[in-house]
């Protein structure tokens, strides 16, 4: 595997269901990130994650929680989701979180919320 | 706040017809501008990074240039294949405390399609 990867590709849930999002970077980088893009909007960042230490962002629901065990993977475990979270989730990962690096994205989890 | 205009919004051209995406930033600092293409249902793929005024950066048919306003993605004779949708995102030195935490500010892209 190179680059960044995620895992599953496609997930349909319910708003009562427990579920997680997996990613892993093979590039060896430092920081990780989780993105939400929702149809006709920009990309919006939710989570950082820099040495394993997570950066918070206050915008983010608690039905979202991010868990990052080292600095390969990272996890978005999701619960109690709203139909509105239905998204593509992206996963990205840079040499350094503030430096100007570039960010590398994985291919992204379907999210659909029933 | 870090803002990030996109224009067009979509753009269709024949095949040869070289054009350019406009990128408008509003800042605190740029630490560096960047492009990416975004294919439907994949995640964004990595082009260009730009970090001061004036730098240009070119690979195949596509050319990245970088003003204290606005950056520019022109495309020379674009084939088909190159019809995705191009985003352009900041990332910034952040408020007057100089903190950072890595966020990019993304546009809203620029959907380019390319007829044969």
């Known amino acids: 595997e190179t680059g960044v990867t995620q895992t599953p590709r496609h997930l349909v849930m319910g708003m009562t269901n427990k579920k997680s999002l997996k990613c892993e970077q093979h590039?060896?980088?430092?920081?990780m990130y989780w993105y939400k893009q929702s149809a006709k909007k920009p990309l919006e960042l939710m989570f950082v994650?820099?040495?394993?230490?997570?950066?918070e962002n206050n915008s983010v629901p608690s039905r979202f929680s991010p868990e990052c065990p080292n600095s390969s993977h990272l996890f978005l475990h999701l619960h109690t989701l709203q139909p509105e979270d239905s998204a593509l989730y992206l996963c990205?990962?840079?040499?350094?979180?503030?430096?100007?690096?570039?960010?590398?994205f994985g291919p992204g989890t379907r999210l659909t919320v029933l | 706040e870090d803002q990030v205009t996109q224009s067009p919004e979509a753009l269709r051209l024949q095949e040869g017809e070289s054009s350019s995406l406009n990128c408008s930033y509003t800042?605190?600092?740029?630490?560096?501008l960047f492009w990416y293409r975004q294919d439907p249902g994949k995640g964004p793929e990595f082009l260009f990074t730009?970090?001061?005024a004036g730098e240009e950066k070119e690979k195949e048919r596509l050319k990245a240039t970088l003003t204290k306003k606005e950056s520019f993605l022109h495309i020379t004779a674009p084939k088909p294949e190159d019809s995705a949708t191009y985003l352009c995102?900041?990332?910034?030195?952040?408020?007057?405390?100089?903190?950072?935490?890595?966020?990019?500010?993304f546009g809203q892209g620029t959907i380019l399609t390319v007829h044969p």
């Open positions: 990205a990962s840079s040499q350094d979180r503030a430096s100007g690096d570039t960010q590398y």
């Open positions: 590039l060896g980088h430092n920081a």
């Open positions: 994650y820099s040495l394993e230490e997570r950066v």
């Open positions: 800042v605190s600092g740029l630490r560096g």
């Open positions: 730009l970090y001061s």
């Open positions: 995102a900041v990332q910034s030195y952040g408020d007057a405390g100089g903190t950072s935490y890595g966020k990019l500010t």
